[in-house]
Nanobody
Framework: QVQLAESGGGLVQAGGSLRLSCAAS????????MGWFRQAPGKEREFVAG???????IYGDSVKGRFTISRDNAKNTVYLQMNNLKPEDTAVYYC???????????????WGQGTQVTVSS
């Protein structure tokens, strides 16, 4: 099994920045994709960003140009640098691991417990 542990969430004012981290442990193997999703109260879980083993990246439209995803394969860790945060970015952010890089929730097999990001106006 794979376990994912997110960290780095918190409270920030609009226009500020946060950096999320997600460390994977267990039988991760290699050649897997990692992604970030978020879910606000009363809303569906939304794709934020994803990155392949080789470094290919995709982003959700709402965060493109503001967020950057990266990974350190030696540490089995993915990061999400969030800049110019907006109140609508407020959500629980979840890390996920899957075989193939995708925007779809169903492509990811393992999920973390989430970390809260709150952006005040």
């Amino acid at each position: 099994q794979v376990q994912l542990a997110e960290s780095g969430g918190g409270l920030v004012q609009a226009g500020g920045s946060l950096r999320l981290s997600c460390a994977a442990s267990g039988r991760t193997g290699s050649d897997y994709a990692m992604g970030w999703f978020r879910q606000a109260p009363g809303k569906e879980r939304e794709f934020v960003a994803g990155i392949s083993w080789s470094g290919g990246r995709i982003y959700g439209d709402s965060v493109k140009g503001r967020f950057t995803i990266s990974r350190d394969n030696a540490k089995n860790t993915v990061y999400l640098q969030m800049n110019n945060l907006k109140p609508e970015d407020t959500a629980v952010y979840y890390c996920a691991v899957g075989i193939q890089l995708s925007w779809a929730r169903t492509a990811y097999d393992y999920w973390g417990q989430g970390t809260q990001v709150t952006v005040s106006s």
